[in-house]
Each structure stands twice: as C-alpha cells, then as structure tokens.
C-alpha cells in the first residue's frame, strides 16, 4: 500500500527526520572534519573551547557529543579541558558551524589558553571526571565558578574545603556528592572569619569597585577575579537571572588575603567575558 508520505518522499517533497550519528563516528566515516580552538572571549570555566564542525557530505546529519569529552591542549603548559555539557549539532550538506564548548579546566596549576591555541579532540576523560561533569550538567553548575573549584577537587585532588559559592544549598550538594565521590569526609561548616571559605566573612581590607550596565533582556551575570595567568581565584558576585534595565553591580575583596596583585576582574555575561578592570597594588 502507498501511503501519501511514501509518494511525498519519492518527489522530494518530504524528508525523513535526520538521523542522528555520535561524534566519533562521524569522524571516522569522514563525513565530518572537526577542530578545536580557544575561546577567546570566554573564561577558563565557562566556554573555552570553540569546535568548528563541517559536513562534508551531500547529506543533511545531526552530531551528537557527550558530557565528558576531553580537550588536550596542543601546548603543555597550558589547561586541559572536560566538556560539561552535552552538543547537538545539526549540520545541512556543506555547513561550517562554530560551537562554543562548555567546559571545565582540569589543571589548576596550569594558565589559561591563549590567543591562537588549539586542543586535540581526545575521547572520554577518565571516569571519576566523567561523573563530575555529568553532575555540573544535571545540576545546572556549567559556567559557575562552584563547577570549576568542584573539578579542580577531582582532577587536581584539591580539598572539598576549597569548593566555593556565593549559592550555599549548592556548595551542600556539591559537597555530599564529592564525598561520596572521593570518600573524603564532607568539611565542617567554615568559621564566622574564614574569607577563603565562607562567602559571609567580611574582609579586613576592602578593596572593590563597580560595574555599570543596562540590558534590554534577563541575563546570567557573574563577577570573578582572576590572576596573571587568567585563572579564576575568586567568585565576587553570581546572579544567573539578572533583571533587565539599568543598575550597578559592586564587587569587594579582601586585599590582606588577595595580595599578590595584579589582579583582573570580569564582568561576565551568558558564559562572555563584557567589561574587565585591573586591580594593582
């Protein structure tokens, strides 16, 4: 029996849904070329890596990545990345498209890519950093700094008590599934004056400033603080529903802690790094 769709896919009136082809199988069937490059106007825990994906076949194709993916800098004195997010690209016969990356550094130690830099495509990280990127995913923690210091736990084996946030339901969380992650015990509520752990402690020396904006819609705004190497040390201020209109943000931070100067601060905005001051001593 001929159904109208049947006779409607004969003319080429209607087309069957594109089917959709993992990452890695499209690169090894060629129908696909892929690169990845720095993101130059995202910070290290947001979207740092821009893959550029084109379709070299005759056929339309849907790409999918997972959560996890690794990304290897091609300089070693530089970070390495874990995707935290999954990516459905769809791409039409011939199509280029260039897809920022959320992604998580997972070399504290190391500085952030620069300008020009590009990443080898690895396959999945190791599984303890898949587990963590598929919590920052499912926990809506991609492009926060809490997701970065949450990371830096598992791929740097750093203490729970560095994991950090303004937001602290979140930090309870994230704290109780490291721990059952690592086994390490989950840390003791931090002192009244610890400045490094508790977002509530007021600095002995305040040291700030402000950022002056005005936008037409709802934003995710984040203030951090970053260092010579453009690694983030501090989150200063985290609204992800930003109202629209015209208002100031301030930040304040506690040079007798934050002492090693020059510091940049950033004012970022959807996973985009808008406005920067630098803070000398």
């Known amino acids: 029996m001929i159904t109208i769709l049947s006779i409607l896919a004969v003319l080429g009136i209607w087309n069957q849904p594109n089917s959709t082809i993992p990452f890695d199988d499209a690169v090894n069937q060629r129908k696909i070329t892929a690169q990845a490059v720095v993101n130059e106007k995202s910070a290290h825990f947001q979207q740092p890596v821009l893959l550029e994906l084109k379709n070299i076949t005759s056929a339309p194709m849907n790409i999918e990545l997972p959560v996890g993916r690794y990304f290897a800098s091609n300089d070693t004195t530089k970070q ?127 040291v700030g400033g402000e950022f002056e904006f005005r936008f037409s819609s709802p934003k995710a705004i984040q203030v951090a603080m970053f260092d010579t190497q453009n690694i983030a040390v501090r989150e200063l201020y985290n609204n992800p529903t930003e109202p629209a209109g015209s208002r100031k943000v301030e930040f304040v931070f506690d040079a007798s802690v934050y002492n090693q100067g020059p510091y940049y601060i950033r004012f970022l905005v959807d996973n985009r790094i808008m406005m920067e001051q630098e803070m000398s001593f």
């Open 80 to 206: 390495n990345f874990v995707s935290t997010e999954p990516l459905f690209v769809t791409l039409s016969p011939g199509e280029v498209k260039k897809i920022p990356v959320s992604a998580m550094c997972v070399n504290h130690s190391k500085g952030a890519p620069q300008s020009g830099m590009d990443f080898k495509i690895k396959k999945q990280a190791n599984p303890q950093l898949v587990k963590t990127a598929e919590f920052i995913h499912k926990n809506g923690l991609s492009g926060t700094y809490l997701g970065q210091t949450a990371m830096w736990c598992i791929s740097d084996k750093e203490p729970l008590e560095n994991v950090f946030s303004y937001n602290e339901a979140k930090v309870t969380e994230t704290l109780q599934f490291l721990s059952t992650l690592t086994g390490k015990p989950v840390p003791a509520p931090p002192a009244a004056d610890d400045y490094l752990r508790n977002p509530r402690a007021r600095p002995k020396i305040s």
